[in-house]
């Protein structure tokens, strides 16, 4: 249990980091995380139900990791109304879907789809125009449509919710598409994943086939919560403080976050076919 809560708490310091950095809120680096330390540990969850687990404790974690990283962002100056409304309603009630089902889904399911989705995003960003290119011409900026901001921002919710992803995955690629800034489009990212965290944790929470097992509430694992969420509140302050005056060239930026998710991709198949 000590080794369980260890590296946890590890990949909360790491959390927080590409929270501030990447907009992640968690979500792609908790999910492979807790799968392992549960797998591999046990970490009071019954068999069978890693997965679910590990989605459900990442969205709860994202609830702490996203609204800190929302206040810092708020601070800097780097949040835009226009982007933040009206599609937030609409991705909190996908996630609220997108949560009910993945409560449903069989175990193997959601960890292929996780992967399936990991892959699809990153040669969709590499393949398609606007993400790897910075913001240029009168479409620098450009306001989301009708369609984006309601179809959109269901579909963001329920797939976010239901991968246990928070949703920057698709938000940044969107707002790069857009025309915003790798700083600006990251930072965005961590509000847009708050109605994805709260409406997904509370579902979770309530998840009575999981109830009864030590530590847990619902899927959602307090130990791993806990661990995780004591390595990255810090890690977020830090990193605020750290990259407050400095800035990433936006190329710079748009790679790393990508070599990120492949990275995170290699883990998940590993873990998949181990």
């Not at 699809?120 to 993400?131: C, L, N, P, Y």
């Not at 605020?240 to 070599?259: E, F, G, N, Q, T």
């Amino acid at each position: 249990m000590i080794g369980f809560v260890l590296l946890l708490f590890a990949v909360g310091c790491v959390t927080g980091f590409t929270t501030v950095i990447f907009g992640f809120g968690g979500g792609f680096v908790t999910v492979p995380a807790v799968y392992a330390a549960v797998a591999a540990t046990g970490g009071g969850v019954a068999e069978g139900q890693a997965m679910h687990t590990a989605v459900a404790t990442s969205t709860a974690v994202m609830v702490v990791n996203a609204a800190s990283a929302t206040v810092a962002g708020a601070r800097l100056g780097r949040l835009r109304r226009d982007y933040l409304w009206p599609i937030t309603p609409f991705i909190a009630g996908g996630a609220a879907l997108g949560a009910a089902a993945a409560n449903r889904a069989p175990e193997v399911l959601l960890h292929i789809l996780f992967v399936a989705y990991l892959a699809v995003t990153i040669v969709d960003s590499v393949v398609r125009t606007g993400f790897l290119s910075g913001p240029a011409g009168s479409a620098a900026g450009a306001p989301l449509s009708s369609a984006a901001s309601t179809f959109g921002g269901v579909g963001i919710g329920a797939i976010a919710s239901f991968l246990g992803v928070g949703g920057s995955v698709m938000t940044v690629p969107l707002l790069r598409r857009k025309g915003v800034a790798m700083a600006e489009a990251t930072a965005l990212a961590n509000p847009l994943s708050l109605p994805v965290a709260v409406a997904g944790t509370a579902i979770y929470a309530f998840a009575r086939s999981a109830g009864g097992h030590p530590g847990q509430v619902g899927y959602v694992s307090l130990a791993a919560a806990a661990a995780l969420v004591a390595g990255s509140v810090p890690t977020v302050a830090l990193a605020k403080r750290v990259l407050a005056s400095r800035k990433i060239p936006d190329r710079v930026h748009a790679v790393a976050y990508l070599i990120l998710l492949g990275t995170i991709l290699i883990a998940m198949i590993a873990t998949m076919v181990a």
